[in-house]
């Protein structure tokens, strides 16, 4: 324990330190202002299965989206030093592109299902591939070569149907954007778990982690070692592409129905923030997955929060701000540096008094 | 005596997480002396130099300056104090005029009134003989030039230590007399110079005094005059000099007889001209030349680094298409590069990544080496590199720059290599450490690895190289073998018949 204690401090803050302190901060205010804000309950929704609910079951299942496409937008940062800021327009277009094959069926069945979600896959990796071929290829800034999209991506998403809003009344669809019988997790959470697994097996069995690294933080010499930092940056692209399909199939199964205009808006500044609160450098280099997912749960927990505190829905985005200076000013090297030099003295300090007690 | 003294450093501490920088260092300036401290990469001369110039906090011990204790928080409160430093690498700005850099970040009113800079400059800069115009851009002057309009703006800024790093280790024989003559001069003025070098001889062509660092601890100061080059050596790398002497005896230049391993015809690529070249098995060549002579281009040339635009490669008789370093690679050839912090290391992941990073390349992303199989071959070179490192999972850009060098040479034997090309993998690494990667060379030749060593030092490969060949203005001029192999024949065909 006493370890642990010491690694956490001694080398300065760990990179998970920061997003987990703060999301601790705001479940004990949450705790200290409303004792049955986490109160898990069960009821039955419309479909008569028991499901879980509460404050903490909105906040976690309401950060799905959030969560997938920051562990994609990790990748991107850590291989190309930028981040991809279209993901909320390309969302709209895989979530378009999933709308109108299960439209073009007559009966929607499972097989329909996974092949809107395939089609929606290729069509978000497609743009996924134009956008990391404006980073890797013509080495633009990832802001600027995303900004083409980020502009005509609802544009787009909006021809795909016509200009209408379908909805599909289907069973399926209902139940990959809420419940499926006889479970009681929404399945929104169930799909960041597989994510994030299917993420860590992504890992484990390849050597990307090392290769993205090293194309982040050393360009040049990852191509002297013979490292393809291109495909590299390309295959990032991609997997966020996959993210980004994922989280637009799941927004449209929430309402059952695709709004071009309304689908995931904005997102794409909270999946930065995500990234930045998990403690990875935006200037890409090392990177943690793990920190971003609790960096998406920390921003939806802020959220939901103020809306419990009855911030008017206008007015949330400036108390957002607010705590999130508070945030990214904490995990700056600065303060960092300070605070473990601080935070040695301490342990050292205490070391050598003890030492002393023993020699006394 | 007390008096003379204008820089006195006692018990100076300062520790990084797992290493102590500096134990207990003491270091006396007097007035109107040339100071060299000295010690290998590592010793501790860089953090000691830090600690006095405020970028480092010392955890322990005392700074005065002439008798006063002083406390040094940031770079700007050192420049109050009296101490200024002019770095390796100059760090003004080489798109404003000479005058502007003099002035910059100084001016008394924000109206900067160009004229009356203009004049001062120009006044300082005859003053010290510095063969510049004010109004000229600095980027047009030469490194040499440069350096020492660093020095004028230190000087006019009232210091009264001087520290230059490494200030001549990119000036040619010329310019280093001329930077000489100009700190001979400071110092008949009274100020205290520190004097931060690798080359030996100018140490003794200048210095005063020498100071001796080894392992961030004090070995000695010494006058200059009372200390041999050869017992300087001797405290530097804490080693007998016989040691040093016995290498040249157990290298075997027999390879003629093996066969060719690499084999190129009218090689070229975007940086280097077309040239033959040929290696056989267990030999260790060289490339030499002035710098700029094409001798790392080629060789990159040979590892893909470049884009290659012509040539036929063979290697053992069957040809081959190398055209990006991974076909390199795949053919049994590793390169480690001239520029270890632009090119080599990967400055932030462990030690340990580093090491395993070619390997993993060449295995293919879907092999990955597992963790407990990295730790073991980190270990293992660690272990044979005498690599020192707080632990194998220490980032890699906190090692000093000998022990970064053994880093990327772990990396490439890692890979078990046919043909391992070594461009400068000497460069500013200390004395014992260089001795090391000598040996080396020597052991893997033996082992049937070819070798291709660059150095700007003649004599280094001189000692390690069966077969040289010599470039000029990016052509191969000549290549000598045998008993042609000796530093006068070498330095007449690098100036090409005109010494």
Redesign the interface.
């Known amino acids: 324990m006493k370890e642990k204690f010491k690694r956490l401090f001694?080398?300065g803050l760990g990179q998970m330190t920061i997003p987990i302190i703060a999301l601790a901060l705001l479940v004990i205010f949450n705790l200290i202002r409303d004792t049955s804000f986490f109160s898990i309950g069960i009821m039955h929704n419309n479909d008569g299965n028991a499901v879980l609910s509460g404050n903490i079951i909105t906040i976690i299942n309401g950060a799905s989206e959030l969560a997938i496409l920051a562990m994609g937008m990790t990748l991107v940062t850590a291989a190309c030093g930028g981040q991809d800021i279209s993901v909320g327009a390309a969302a709209a277009i895989a979530g378009s592109v999933f709308v109108k094959v299960l439209k073009a069926s007559t009966a929607i069945s499972g097989g329909t299902v996974v092949l809107a979600f395939l089609c929606a896959c290729i069509v978000a990796m497609l743009f996924a591939l134009f956008n990391g071929t404006l980073v890797a290829v013509f080495k633009i800034q990832p802001m600027i070569a995303t900004l083409i999209l980020y502009t005509c991506g609802r544009s787009i998403a909006y021809w795909i149907n016509g200009g209408a809003t379908p909805t599909v009344y289907s069973s399926i669809i209902t139940a990959i954007g809420g419940f499926i019988p006889g479970i009681p997790v929404p399945t929104p959470v169930l799909i960041v778990v597989v994510m994030a697994l299917l993420f860590r097996v992504l890992f484990?069995?390849?050597?990307?982690r090392?290769?993205t690294?090293?194309v982040g933080?050393?360009g040049?010499?990852?191509?002297?070692?013979?490292?393809?930092s291109t495909f590299i940056k390309l295959l990032s692209f991609l997997i966020l592409g996959v993210c980004v399909a994922v989280s637009g199939c799941i927004g449209v199964s929430r309402l059952g129905l695709i709004n071009h205009e309304t689908l995931l808006l904005d997102i794409e500044m909270d999946t930065i923030l995500a990234v930045a609160i998990g403690g990875n450098s935006l200037g890409g280099?090392?990177f943690k997955i793990g920190g971003s997912i609790i960096g998406a749960y920390v921003i939806q927990t802020l959220t939901i929060t103020l809306y419990a505190m009855k911030v008017s829905s206008t007015d949330v985005k400036a108390y957002k701000a607010i705590v999130i200076i508070l945030m990214v000013v904490i995990g700056s090297p600065v303060v960092k540096e300070r605070f473990g030099k601080f935070m040695a003295r301490l342990v050292h300090g205490s070391k050598r008094v003890s030492v002393k007690g023993v020699e006394e | 005596m007390q008096e003379e003294c204008l820089l006195t450093m006692r018990q100076i501490d300062k520790r990084f997480?797992g290493v102590v920088a500096l134990n207990g260092v003491d270091f006396t300036l007097r007035k109107g002396e040339i100071h060299a401290l000295m010690g290998e990469n590592g010793a501790g001369k860089s953090t000691l130099i830090k600690v006095l110039t405020g970028v480092y906090q010392m955890d322990g011990g005392e700074i005065r300056v002439e008798g006063k204790p002083i406390f040094i928080k940031s770079p700007q409160d050192a420049q109050n104090h009296g101490i200024s430093t002019v770095y390796q690498e100059i760090t003004l700005c080489p798109n404003l005029t000479v005058a502007e850099n003099m002035f910059i970040g100084r001016e008394d009113s924000v109206w900067v009134r160009r004229g009356k800079y203009e004049k001062r400059a120009e006044e300082i800069l005859m003053d010290l003989g510095v063969p510049a115009r004010s109004t000229q851009q600095l980027g047009d002057c030469s490194l040499a030039v440069q350096q020492m309009v660093a020095i004028a703006r230190a000087v006019d800024m009232k210091c009264k230590v001087l520290i230059l790093d490494e200030p001549t280790s990119s000036l040619d024989d010329k310019e280093v007399q001329m930077l000489f003559s100009l700190m001979k001069d400071l110092k008949s003025q009274g100020v205290g110079i520190i004097f931060v070098t690798h080359f030996l001889e100018q140490v003794y062509e200048v210095s005063d005094r020498i100071t001796v660092l080894r392992n961030g601890e004090l070995v000695g100061e010494y006058l200059t005059e009372e200390l041999p080059q050869v017992q300087l050596v001797s405290k530097m790398i804490g080693k007998e000099l016989e040691e040093l002497s016995n290498l040249g005896e157990t290298e075997e230049k027999n390879s003629e007889e093996q066969e060719v391993f690499y084999e190129a015809e009218g090689l070229s690529s975007s940086a280097a001209r077309p040239f033959d070249f040929s290696i056989r098995k267990g030999e260790v060549n060289g490339f030499t030349g002035l710098l700029g002579s094409g001798r790392s281009e080629s060789v990159r040339a040979i590892?893909g680094?470049d884009k290659v635009n012509g040539g036929t490669v063979k290697i053992k008789g069957q040809e081959v298409k190398i055209t990006?370093?991974?076909d390199a690679?795949k053919n049994g050839i590793g390169?480690l590069?001239e520029d270890r912090k632009?090119?080599?290391?990967?400055?932030?992941?462990s030690v340990r990544?580093n090491i395993?990073?070619?390997m993993?390349?060449?295995?293919g992303?879907?092999?990955?080496?597992s963790r407990s199989e990295s730790e073991a071959f980190a270990d293992e070179y660690i272990k044979v590199l005498n690599i020192k490192t707080a632990s194998r999972e220490t980032p890699v850009g906190s090692l000093s720059g000998g022990n970064q060098q053994k880093v990327i040479l772990a990396?490439w034997l890692l890979t078990h290599p046919d043909y391992l090309i070594l461009d400068e993998p000497t460069r500013g690494i200390d004395v014992g450490t260089k001795l090391e990667i000598q040996k080396l060379v020597l052991k893997l030749a033996e082992e049937g690895v070819s070798v291709t060593f660059i150095s700007s030092e003649v004599e280094e490969m001189l000692r390690t190289c069966s077969r040289l060949i010599v470039m000029r203005d990016r052509y191969i001029v000549g290549e000598l073998k045998g008993s042609d192999l000796n530093q006068t024949q070498v330095m007449k065909t690098i100036a090409g018949g005109e010494a």
């Open positions: 001694s080398g484990h069995f390849t050597s990307l090392l290769f690294q090293s933080i050393n040049d010499a990852a191509r002297l070692n013979g490292i393809n280099g090392k | 997480p590892f680094a990006r370093p991974i690679m390169y590069a632009r090119d080599g290391i990967i400055a932030d992941l990544e395993i990073l070619a993993q390349v060449m295995n992303m879907f092999k990955p080496i990396r």
